[in-house]
C-alpha cells in the first residue's frame, strides 16, 4: 500500500486512525509538533544513533544523516513509544522507501527532492514494534538521504540483533530486483524495483544471513548493455560508497566482512544487442583480476560465480550466451586457481510479455535454487 499524503491539520483531526490507513509526509520538518494529542519534544534522533542497526552500503554525512543508493539498504531499530516519524529526501523523483513495521502491512513512501516528515506510527498509546526501512530503487533513480527519526518524549528505540552471517552479492539490475516489484507499472518506474522479493534478498532470508546488494542496472564486468566499457562496470562499483561515477566515494571494505560472496555478472558483456560475443582472453583476464581484488579484500570469504538468470543459448543459437559465459566463468576459476571458489550455474528464468527481467516469482525460484547450492558450501 502506498502512504497518503495528508497536511499537518488532518492528522490532527484525525489522530489514531491515521497510522491505520498508512504513513503521511509532514512538511515542514519540525523537532515540536503534536499528533493525536502527544506532544513530539524530542530532537532528532539522527540516523546514525547506535539504537539503530544499518544495513548495506551507506555514507554518513557532516550531521549525521546517510546517504545511500543501492537497493536493500536497510535501517532496523525496535521502537517503544506513541509516536514515530521519518526524515527522508531523495536527488531524484522515481525513489521509493519501503516501511515495515511489526503487525502491519508493508507500505512504500515514495520520496521528493524537499524534505519531509513521514508519519510512520502515531498510535495514541504506548506500542512495542519493530521497524525497517527498505531502499527500494537504485543510484540511477537517485540518492536518499536518511536524516534521522523524530519520536514522542518519553519514546525510545533500541537496536535489533542482526544476523551473524554476511552475505554480499555483486550483479546487475536482476541482483538490484528490477522486475520484482510492480510490473503492471510503466517500464523504468520506481514500483518495478523490490529488493525485499529479489532472489538476493530472498536467499538472505533462508540462509539466516545479512546481506549486501552491490549492483547497477546495466552494468557488466568489462562492458555495460550498450558496448560502453568506460560506465563505471563491476569492478569499478564494487569500490564505491554510492555508485556514481561523477562522484564517486570510496568503500571502506573493513565496515562489513562477508563469509560468502556471490558473484551474479555477464548478462550485460554478453547482450546480443552489442554484436559478437566478447573475446574469451580479455573476459577471462578481467574476471581472474576480479576475483584477485575480491580475495584481496575479503581474504576469507567463500566466492561463488553464476553466470544468472537472463542469459540463454535459444535466443541466438549461433551466438549461444550462456554456453559461452559458464565456459568462460570456469575458465577463470580454473586460471585463477585458488581455494573456496565455486561455480553454481543458474536456470534461465525468461520475465513475461512485458519485460525479460524475472519476476518476483522466479526470483523465489532462484533464491531456492540458489540456497540449495549455496548452503552446503557454508554448512549453513
Known amino acids: ?17 491515521l497510522w491505520l490507513v498508512g504513513c503521511q509526509p509532514v512538511s515542514p520538518v519540525s523537532n515540536t509538533h503534536q499528533t493525536n494529542g502527544t506532544a513530539m519534544n524530542s530532537p532528532l534522533i539522527t540516523a546514525i544513533n547506535p539504537t539503530i542497526a544499518i544495513e548495506g552500503r551507506s555514507q554518513t554525512l557532516d550531521d549525521g544523516s546517510l546517504l545511500i543508493g543501492y537497493p536493500g539498504v536497510s535501517l532496523h531499530t525496535h521502537f517503544e513509544g506513541q509516536h514515530l516519524s521519518l526524515v527522508a529526501k531523495s536527488s531524484g523523483r522515481e525513489n521509493e522507501l519501503e516501511i515495515l513495521i ?32 527498505i531502499n527500494r530503487g537504485e ?11 523524530i519520536t514522542d518524549a518519553g519514546a525510545h528505540l533500541s537496536r535489533p540483533e542482526r544476523p551473524t552471517r554476511k552475505l554480499l552479492i555483486v550483479g546487475d539490475s536482476v541482483t538490484c530486483s528490477y522486475g520484482a516489484g510492480d510490473r503492471s507499472a ?33 552494468r557488466g564486468l568489462i562492458r555495460s548493455w550498450n558496448g560502453n566499457t568506460d560506465e563505471g562496470n563491476a569492478p569499478e562499483f ?41 573475446e574469451r582472453q580479455t573476459f577471462v583476464t578481467a ?59 543458474a536456470h534461465h528464468y525468461p520475465g513475461d510479455a512485458k519485460d525479460g527481467h524475472p519476476t518476483a516469482a522466479q526470483h523465489a525460484k532462484m533464491a531456492r535454487e540458489l540456497a540449495d547450492q549455496l548452503s552446503p558450501i557454508m554448512n549453513w
Open 287 to 345: 574476471y581472474v583480476d576480479f576475483l584477485k581484488r575480491l580475495r584481496a579484500v575479503h581474504p576469507d570469504a567463500v566466492i561463488a560465480l553464476t553466470e544468472g538468470s537472463i542469459v540463454n543459448d535459444t535466443d541466438d543459437p549461433a551466438r549461444p550466451q550462456k554456453s559461452v559465459l559458464r565456459q568462460y566463468i570456469q575458465d577463470a576459476i580454473q586460471r585463477f586457481d585458488e581455494p573456496n571458489v565455486y561455480f553454481i550455474p
Open 139 to 149: 543510484t540511477w533513480l537517485g540518492r536518499v538521504t536518511l536524516q534521522g527519526f
Open 102 to 133: 511489526e503487525g502491519e502491512a508493508p507500505r512504500t513512501i515514495r520520496l521528493t527532492e524537499k524534505q519531509q516528515e513521514w508519519v510512520l506510527i502515531d498510535a495514541g498509546q504506548v506500542v512495542h514494534r519493530d521497524v525497517r526501512i
Open 1 to 17: 500500500m502506498h502512504c497518503l499524503w495528508l497536511p499537518r491539520h488532518l492528522i490532527l483531526v484525525l489522530g489514531v486512525t
Open 238 to 278: 564494487f569500490e564505491w560508497t554510492i555508485a556514481d561515477k561523477a562522484n564517486p566515494v570510496t568503500w571502506d571494505h573493513d565496515q562489513y566482512t562477508p563469509d560468502l560472496i556471490l558473484v551474479s555478472l555477464g548478462t550485460n558483456d554478453f547482450s546480443l544487442g552489442i554484436g559478437p560475443l566478447p
Open 186 to 218: 510503466p517500464l523504468n518506474t520506481a514500483p518495478w524495483w523490490n529488493p525485499r522479493a529479489s532472489y538476493g534478498m530472498r536467499l538472505a532470508d533462508s540462509l539466516n544471513a545479512q546481506v549486501h546488494l552491490v549492483c547497477y542496472g546495466g
